[in-house]
T-cell receptor, first 118, second 114 residues
Framework: AQKVTQAQTEISVVEKEDVTLDCVYE???????LFWYKQPPSGELVFLIR??????QNEISGRYSWNFQKSTSSFNFTITASQVVDSAVYFC???????????????FGKGTKLTVNP | ETGVTQTPRHLVMGMTNKKSLKCEQH?????MYWYKQSAKKPLELMFV???????ENNSVPSRFSPECPNSSHLFLHLHTLQPEDSALYLC?????????????FGPGTRLTVL
């Protein structure tokens, strides 16, 4: 069974602090995809990153970085020098390509609500 | 227009009304999705359409009826809804079959059933 766990329900930080959002996943497959999405108060889910299971390179994009560790089934997301505009709910998701040709289903975690205070 | 658009953004309806939600994607994708996001549950996949064919119905009650006339448009027809159907309904699209398979979401329709 596929499962995504985001153990942190809510996190509150002060602007300029670094913050890491945890994501742990479960899947029996050796090939899969992981994603992070941001949902600001407006409601739209904004795609942030996709990672293939065979690519364990960590990635940095500006103040955002992602640490993919297959050994611990984790795909953590760090925001450096957080800003008020980073306040949102962040979702981690898993997709198994076994569904290719049929349905492509994302399994989402419950999300982590990040509040960055000025 | 860019990305995925949804109309209306907000909808209030009574339990006996019939209404429709509309989604349009401008990304050239071949798959579209309906999700439900309610306050106490994680994102729930409702329906999936690949190349206009419905490939997934995630045990959704028949009071929700999807329609996909072409690969760019997706509708969700609503009738005799219940108050517990109040939620944010999100539409998404993706390109099935390639490496760039991430789903792109619309802004959602905030539905309130009285």
């Amino acid at each position: 069974a596929q499962k995504v766990t985001q153990a942190q329900t809510e996190i509150s930080v002060v602007e300029k602090e670094d913050v890491t959002l945890d994501c742990v996943y479960e899947t029996r497959d050796t090939t899969y995809y992981l994603f992070w999405y941001k949902q600001p108060p407006s409601g739209e889910l904004v795609f942030l990153i996709r990672r293939n299971s065979f690519d364990e390179q960590n990635e940095i994009s500006g103040r955002y970085s992602w640490n993919f560790q297959k050994s611990t089934s984790s795909f953590n997301f760090t925001i450096t020098a957080s800003q008020v505009v980073d306040s949102a709910v962040y979702f981690c998701a898993l997709r198994n390509p076994r569904d290719q040709g049929g349905s492509e289903k994302l399994v989402f975690g419950k999300g982590t609500k990040l509040t960055v205070n000025p | 227009e860019t990305g995925v658009t949804q109309t209306p953004r907000h909808l209030v309806m009574g339990m006996t009304n019939k209404k429709s939600l509309k989604c349009e994607q401008h990304l050239g994708h071949n798959a579209m999705y309906w999700y439900k996001q309610s306050a106490k549950k994680p994102l729930e996949l409702m329906f999936v359409y690949n190349f206009k064919e419905q490939t997934e119905n995630n045990s959704v009650p028949s009071r929700f009826s999807p329609e996909c006339p072409n690969s760019s448009h997706l509708f969700l027809h609503l009738h005799t809804l219940q108050p517990e159907d109040s939620a944010l309904y999100l539409c998404a699209s993706s390109q099935v079959g390639g490496d760039h398979n991430e789903q792109f979401f619309g802004p959602g329709t905030r539905l309130t059933v009285l």
